[in-house]
């Protein structure tokens, strides 16, 4: 069993990082009410108590947390041979105008929260689509399933097909509202989603902020200094801006349950800006490199001097995979890039605790400890051939986990489960 009780990047893993070889986690009405050593937890079991045990070469860890995703891009995902603005005009656009039908968004939320479970992932920040009818389908398919999540209609005026855009006035009173049905509803919480500076204007980007400012309780979320294409771009629409993250800062739109998708370009002075204001950076390796956007650095966003807090995303469809541990496999080689190593007890927070924290839920999922939300991934450390033959050669329980970042996948996944229950368990395989 392996959970955090504090952030490794900031006060090392020695002081942040718990595992117990063989553990025992209590859980009641939704959440987890005893978790530690085995022979400590067995004596304080509740008479009664319902036992499931996954035996040896399991771990289990708090659900995984994506922190950046859009839900209408799973039908597009894998289209060959754009960079990022060109991917939004080809491929991307095109697929959200289908998300006017309400039916269709629901079919594919139906699909996408299915694939989330099947990769262990209990809590997401998802981007919906211009329509409203977009995250009523996903509000509606996560509240059945009783998933904590945050999604919000994007938000996008200009720079995009007439089909998909908004007004400043018309995406305010349609995200207002959205609120005052959704945020706070069950486990669900609303996030204002202006989708990027290219794609609102400053009329809309103000409409957002004061959003915001009535509403300081949801999470925001948005792109920022994804590839330097757009970043050039960003210049010359917001020449007055000091940098990327002032034209989101002059607007209201840089705080607490800030999210911003990839970051990779952000320079020092937007970097400490985060680290005062609170706001967070969503790490979204596949994307990064699917797109030849660049590779984050991620050692340079978390520099204890003025760390700023990080998650991860699996930014489906720029991003290629549902899996939390391919994702994470790939932030390793994303920091190999700007020579470093990526640890792989650091990377393991990142995709609990550490996205939690960039969503300000640490408090409620990401962690194992009496009180926390109970949502668990129970991850098979054997899932296929080649796994099963390395993990005999590995020498500790490091060795372990990083094995199953650079190995693993969706295969990997036992179990998951969602307020206490079980939710997603893998099928039996037929035998070899
Ligand atoms: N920037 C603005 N919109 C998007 C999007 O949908 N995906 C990615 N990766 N970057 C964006
Ligand atoms: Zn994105």
């Known amino acids: 069993m392996l959970t955090f009780t504090g952030d490794p990047f900031h006060d090392g893993l020695d002081k942040t990082m718990v595992h117990w070889p063989d553990g025992i986690v209590v859980l009641a009405d939704g959440r987890v009410t005893h978790v530690g050593p085995a022979e400590e937890i067995a004596k304080v079991l509740p008479a009664g108590s319902e036992i499931v045990d996954y035996g040896r070469d399991?771990?289990?860890?708090?659900?995984?947390?994506?922190?950046?995703?859009?839900?209408?891009?799973?039908?597009?995902?894998a289209s060959y041979g754009s960079q990022l603005l060109d991917w939004l005009n080809k491929y991307t656009f095109p697929a959200e105008l289908k998300f006017a039908d309400?039916?269709?968004?629901?079919?594919?939320?139906?699909?996408?929260l299915h694939e989330n479970l099947r990769n262990g992932i209990t809590t997401s920040c998802v981007y919906c689509t211009v329509h409203p009818q977009s995250v009523e389908a996903l509000f509606e398919e996560a509240e059945t399933l009783g998933l904590r999540l945050a999604a919000g209609k994007v938000l996008m005026d200009r720079n995009a097909p007439e089909a998909l855009r908004d007004t400043p006035q018309q995406g305010y009173d349609q995200s207002h509202q959205l609120i005052a049905t959704w945020h706070g509803?069950?486990?669900l919480l609303y996030a204002i989603t202006p989708r990027y500076a290219g794609s609102s204007s400053p009329e809309q980007l103000d409409a957002a902020g004061a959003l915001w400012k009535t509403h300081p309780e949801c999470l925001m979320q948005t792109h920022?200094?994804?590839?330097?294409?757009?970043?050039a771009w960003m210049k010359e629409l917001f020449p007055q801006r000091k940098n990327y993250l002032d034209i989101y800062d002059h607007h209201g739109l840089c705080g607490p349950r800030a999210v911003f998708g990839h970051g990779i370009w952000l320079g020092e002075s937007e970097l400490a800006r985060l680290h005062v204001c609170g706001g967070a950076i969503a790490h979204c390796p596949t994307s990064n490199f699917f797109l030849g956007s660049g590779a984050f650095n991620i050692g340079g966003a978390t520099d204890p001097k003025r760390p700023v807090r990080v998650g991860l995303g699996t930014d489906i469809g720029a991003g290629t995979s549902f899996s939390i541990l391919a994702t994470l496999g790939e932030a390793y080689k994303s920091a190999q890039l700007n020579r470093q190593a990526l640890s792989p007890g650091h990377a393991y927070y990142l995709a609990t605790r550490g996205g939690a924290r960039a969503m300000y839920l640490e408090d409620k999922v990401g962690s194992l400890a009496p009180g926390m939300?109970?949502?668990l991934a129970v991850l098979d450390m054997r899932s296929t051939p080649l796994i099963d033959f390395r993990m005999g050669e590995a020498r500790d329980f490091a060795e372990q986990l990083f094995i199953q970042m650079t190995l693993a996948d969706d295969r990997a996944v036992q179990a998951t489960y969602v307020a206490g229950k079980c939710v997603y368990k893998r099928p039996p395989r037929p035998s070899p």
């Open 185 to 187: 509803r069950g486990r």
């Open 224 to 231: 920022i200094a994804e590839s330097p294409q757009e970043v």
């Open 373 to 375: 939300e109970a949502d």
């Open 58 to 77: 399991t771990l289990i860890s708090a659900g995984f947390v994506d922190t950046h995703v859009h839900f209408p891009q799973m039908p597009m995902i």
């Open 102 to 112: 309400k039916e269709y968004a629901r079919r594919v939320a139906r699909v996408f």
